[in-house]
């Protein structure tokens, strides 16, 4: 973009997004939002959006959160976490990549290099696990784009895999049936890389200014990035670290007082940031026609912007399907949901039926590869999985997991062995999932549910007494979350008890037609379970009675 349109840019900096572009004479295409019943508000986001069929019908998701993070193997944020002085991926960068001030997360990228994604192979083995839709990372915090960008040179296409990740991605998922999204976290890289302008408050190298606050685009003549501006990377330094902290502790604790600060507001100082947000965020929608698009924020991000975001996604939906509303937009609310998109509850559940669908994201591992957990054998286990599935579900919610791809693009064997466990699990038992809808009530059971976001944490594992409870097609389906027993009792489906369960004729197990030996009295519904059937993670059960369930 050259300096005039810059300039323009900023001229018109209290006018809305697509009206500063426009007086920016940027295309109406890239600039202006589709048009349709949706306006940018949140009035005609709730009045008019409702979840669609597909997501309700799909229940479960596997997500590539994939980047430039994953090439360390050392876990969540290390972009961020890496000029942190004191913190364990600043020891690892300074270990094994050199001293923030001499090289920095900008080199990183080019040893992304995807040489071993086989994008088809892994999404034949997440199809057989039962995924039916699959979200792939558009960008992160670290403010790189994984796609083909029109508007941000720091891409992949460009640098590092030299791959339209998102594209091959998007290519490879619906040549499978499954219904392709991505996710988009990059409205908080203004703050959040602020970090690589700070400094080591204590040790030999005191006060020397790390990388993202020397670098300049003329630095990068007979380098690798040659022509790309790495404050355009970086986001500029628009809140460092000031000079004369003389403590790792008051760093720190200047950092969470600043850049740390988790809002969705626009950055007053930096509106440049937010219209190049709107314009890499609307490329990515207008060039893949994503069918999900997950914002890792807590509302619409950067105030108007994702509002006018949110409004030209359900309009362009709209052109794509024949005047059909087809998309499902994720944010992770912190109070009660107040509609105009689906709630997504990160590393959580809850703890009763939700009037209105929602889903829960989480990771077998960390979001950004760390080889340790591998080492340590310490990701979460296929039951476990099986099991917040069947309990998301059957409070109306759909489960989306993430499996961490090591930055070469493959997964590793106990990855492999996870998914290839929840594969043999959906595949016998996954009827009692798609397509269902929640009962009257969701089940019943010792283990309690904590609601909200990164509860899973303390979450204590479910037993086979715990029954969950799913419904499809006038048949109930009942799933115990952990093998049972001799015989499954439901004392929920006892005659005369207030869930009106009323009679049953024939109870089967799911994925074989024998009809299973049972007893129904006023202390429940009792089942016979042949060990040949059994399974390790819990079966499901279908009952059937004279009328509707």
Same mark, same amino acid.
């Given at each position: 973009?050259?300096?005039?349109?810059?300039? %323009?840019?900023?001229?018109?900096?209290?006018?809305?997004?697509?009206?500063? %572009?426009?007086?920016?004479?940027?295309?109406?295409?890239?600039?202006?939002?589709?048009?349709?019943?949706?306006?940018?508000?949140?009035? $005609?986001? !709730?009045?008019?959006?409702?979840?669609?069929?597909?997501?309700?019908?799909?229940?479960?998701? /596997?997500?590539?959160?994939?980047?430039?993070?994953?090439?360390?193997?050392?876990?969540?944020?290390?972009?961020?976490?890496?000029?942190?002085?004191?913190?364990?991926?600043?020891?690892?960068?300074?270990?094994?990549?050199?001293?923030?001030?001499?090289?920095?997360?900008?080199?990183?990228?080019?040893?992304?290099?995807?040489?071993?994604?086989?994008?088809?192979?892994?999404?034949? /083995?997440?199809?057989?696990?039962?995924?039916?839709?699959?979200?792939?990372?558009?960008?992160?915090?670290?403010? &790189?784009?994984?796609?083909? $960008?029109?508007?941000?040179?720091?891409?992949?296409?460009?640098?590092?895999?030299?791959?339209?990740?998102?594209?091959?991605?998007?290519?490879?998922?619906?040549?499978?049936?499954?219904?392709?999204?991505?996710?988009?976290?990059?409205?908080?890289?203004?703050?959040?890389?602020?970090?690589?302008?700070?400094?080591?408050?204590?040790?030999?190298?005191?006060?020397?200014?790390? @990388?993202?606050?020397?670098?300049?685009? &003329?630095? =990068?003549?007979?380098?690798?990035?040659?022509?790309? @501006?790495?404050?355009?990377?970086?986001?500029?330094?628009?809140?460092? /670290?000031?000079?004369?902290?003389?403590?790792?502790?008051?760093?720190?604790?200047?950092?969470?007082?600043?850049?740390?600060?988790?809002?969705?507001?626009?950055?007053?100082?930096?509106?440049?940031?937010?219209?190049?947000?709107?314009?890499?965020?609307?490329?990515?929608?207008?060039?893949?026609?994503?069918?999900?698009?997950?914002?890792?924020?807590?509302?619409?991000?950067?105030?108007?912007?994702?509002?006018?975001?949110?409004?030209?996604?359900?309009?362009?939906?709209?052109?794509?399907?024949?005047?059909?509303?087809?998309?499902?937009?994720? !944010?992770?609310?912190?109070?009660?949901?107040?509609?105009?998109?689906?709630?997504?509850?990160?590393?959580?559940?809850?703890?009763?039926?939700?009037?209105?669908?929602?889903?829960?994201?989480?990771?077998?591992?960390?979001?950004?590869?760390?080889?340790?957990?591998?080492?340590?054998?310490?990701?979460?286990?296929?039951?476990?999985?099986?099991?917040?599935?069947?309990?998301?579900?059957?409070?109306?919610?759909? &489960?989306?997991? $993430?499996?961490?791809?090591?930055?070469?693009? $493959?997964?590793?064997?106990?990855?492999?062995?996870?998914?290839?466990?929840?594969?043999?699990?959906?595949?016998?038992?996954?009827?009692?999932?798609?397509?269902?809808?929640?009962?009257?009530?969701?089940?019943? =059971?010792?283990?309690?549910?904590?609601?909200?976001?990164?509860?899973?944490?303390?979450?204590?594992?479910?037993?086979?007494?715990?029954?969950?409870?799913?419904?499809?097609?006038?048949?109930? &389906?009942?799933?115990?979350?952990?093998?049972?027993?001799?015989?499954?009792?439901?004392?929920?489906?006892?005659?005369?008890?207030?869930?009106?369960?009323?009679?049953?004729?024939?109870?089967?197990?799911?994925?074989?037609?024998?009809? %299973?030996?049972?007893?129904?009295?006023?202390?429940?519904?009792?089942?016979?379970?042949?060990?040949?059937?059994?399974?390790?993670?819990?079966?499901? /059960?279908?009952?059937?009675?004279?009328?509707?369930?």
């Amino acid at each position: 973009m050259n300096l005039t349109k810059r300039a %323009l840019i900023k001229g018109a900096a209290g006018t809305g997004v697509a009206t500063a %572009l426009h007086a920016a004479g940027i295309a109406p295409g890239h600039a202006q939002s589709a048009p349709g019943p949706f306006s940018a508000n949140w009035d $005609s986001l !709730i009045a008019g959006y409702r979840c669609p069929d597909w997501f309700r019908d799909a229940k479960f998701g /596997l997500w590539a959160h994939w980047g430039a993070q994953c090439v360390p193997e050392a876990g969540d944020w290390y972009a961020r976490n890496m000029y942190l002085q004191g913190n364990a991926q600043y020891n690892h960068f300074t270990k094994n990549y050199g001293h923030p001030a001499d090289t920095g997360f900008i080199d990183i990228y080019p040893k992304w290099k995807a040489e071993n994604w086989r994008p088809g192979e892994l999404l034949d /083995l997440y199809k057989k696990a039962g995924a039916k839709y699959f979200v792939a990372m558009a960008n992160h915090h670290d403010n &790189f784009d994984a796609y083909d $960008s029109k508007f941000h040179a720091w891409n992949s296409v460009r640098v590092g895999p030299k791959k339209d990740i998102i594209g091959i991605w998007a290519k490879a998922a619906r040549a499978r049936g499954l219904k392709f999204g991505v996710s988009n976290h990059s409205a908080h890289a203004w703050h959040w890389f602020q970090t690589a302008y700070g400094y080591d408050p204590e040790g030999p190298r005191k006060g020397e200014r790390y @990388d993202a606050f020397k670098l300049t685009r &003329f630095d =990068g003549r007979g380098k690798w990035w040659n022509g790309l @501006d790495p404050q355009e990377l970086y986001g500029g330094a628009v809140m460092p /670290l000031p000079d004369g902290i003389n403590t790792v502790a008051d760093a720190n604790a200047w950092h969470t007082r600043n850049d740390r600060v988790w809002d969705e507001k626009a950055p007053l100082h930096n509106p440049a940031f937010t219209r190049q947000w709107y314009l890499r965020c609307k490329d990515l929608i207008d060039s893949y026609k994503p069918d999900l698009v997950y914002f890792d924020n807590f509302d619409l991000p950067l105030g108007q912007a994702g509002i006018d975001m949110a409004a030209h996604y359900y309009n362009a939906s709209m052109q794509w399907h024949g005047g059909k509303l087809e998309a499902v937009l994720n !944010i992770k609310p912190q109070e009660a949901p107040r509609g105009g998109y689906v709630a997504d509850v990160e590393r959580g559940m809850r703890a009763e039926i939700s009037p209105e669908p929602w889903q829960t994201d989480t990771c077998i591992g960390q979001w950004h590869y760390n080889r340790r957990l591998y080492d340590q054998k310490r990701y979460m286990s296929a039951a476990t999985v099986i099991h917040r599935l069947c309990d998301i579900v059957s409070k109306n919610g759909n &489960f989306l997991l $993430s499996v961490p791809v090591r930055g070469d693009g $493959s997964i590793d064997s106990e990855e492999r062995r996870i998914v290839q466990e929840i594969a043999g699990w959906m595949g016998r038992f996954g009827d009692a999932i798609y397509g269902t809808r929640p009962w009257k009530i969701y089940g019943e =059971g010792p283990t309690q549910v904590g609601a909200g976001m990164f509860g899973e944490q303390t979450q204590k594992p479910f037993t086979s007494a715990d029954i969950r409870f799913t419904w499809k097609g006038g048949d109930l &389906f009942a799933i115990c979350l952990g093998r049972p027993a001799a015989s499954i009792d439901i004392a929920s489906l006892a005659k005369g008890a207030p869930s009106g369960a009323g009679g049953v004729e024939r109870v089967e197990m799911v994925g074989d037609r024998t009809p %299973l030996t049972y007893k129904h009295d006023g202390a429940g519904l009792h089942v016979q379970i042949p060990e040949a059937l059994s399974h390790a993670f819990g079966v499901a /059960l279908r009952i059937r009675g004279p009328g509707p369930m």
